[in-house]
């Protein structure tokens, strides 16, 4: 099984267009040694040394027709009309892993979309982007039980997915937004059946508890929230009256934040941040806060890295 990030920045990308905070002003000037990244998105499938092989998209980002044009692997040229992509799994609603979906229409038959019924409710209602594919290609929607029962997407063999809701927030469109439900995320452990070598994927979770520290623990890898640094980053910088674990984003340091649960998976698991906003000191390569990974053993995700479990 092999991970390829697509996209490893939150919603906005990295520089954000309308943002002059130090990190997009420092990237533009060259001021600050980062890259640029795309929104949130990753596409697995069998690692089985065969580049012509189908996948598993997860998420649809907003950036997706440049995604897409940058991977060769997304792109098999089989047939005059062809894709890589299997399937899609949404691990939630938001704008930066649904609005993607659109960019898909052209599709010559329905697009296989697996998604929990409160994201599939929300994209007929809130942000009914499923409605408006209908008059396109359509969706095919299957239903993700988030209570841990494992699933395989058809076209993508040798990939086993298990989902878990997780403690987050729905989208701000969602008319239950500030009524959580289970489902509105999850988070997703995918094993590769031949191997037994599996990577637990989150990259919205605004808490750990035990039971879901235990499914981290059995992962070869994990790709978790790597959103912010610190629980008011957006509002020291006057960019936002809510913190980071009010929109579902636990913040990576200060007490119980993501740094000390990491801390305590075990020495062989590969710890990988992803989904990582603009804002987050973690993406100048140069900080002291980017050092501290490094010491804690921790990647910070790229656009276009691939992960092996
Ligand atoms: C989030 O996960 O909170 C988002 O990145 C917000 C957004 O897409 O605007
Ligand atoms: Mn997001
Ligand atoms: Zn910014």
Partial sequence: MRITVLGSSAGGGFPQWNCNCRNCAGLRHGSVRAV???????????????DGVDGILFNASPDILEQIRSDPVLQPGRARRD?????????DGQI??????????ERASPLPLWCTDPVAEDLNQGHPILRVLSHFCGVERRRIAADGSPFEIPGVPGVSLRAYALSSKAAPYSPHREAPV?????????????SGRSAFYAPGLGEITPPLFDTMCGADAVLVDGTFWTDDEMRALGLSKKTAR???????????GMLEWLDRLPARTRRLLIHVNNTNPILDEDSPERALLHSHGIEVCADKMTIVP
């Fill in 182 to 194: 289970p489902g509105d995320n999850i988070g997703v452990l995918m094993t590769d059946t031949a």
């Fill in 96 to 105: 930066d892993h649904s609005t993607g979906l659109l960019m898909l229409r």
């Fill in 83 to 91: 894709t890589a992509i299997a399937g899609v799994v949404l691990i």
């Fill in 246 to 256: 009010e929109i579902g984003h636990l913040p990576q340091s200060g007490p119980g």
């Fill in 36 to 50: 640029a990244r795309t929104q949130s998105s990753i596409f697995v499938r069998p690692d089985d040394g065969d």
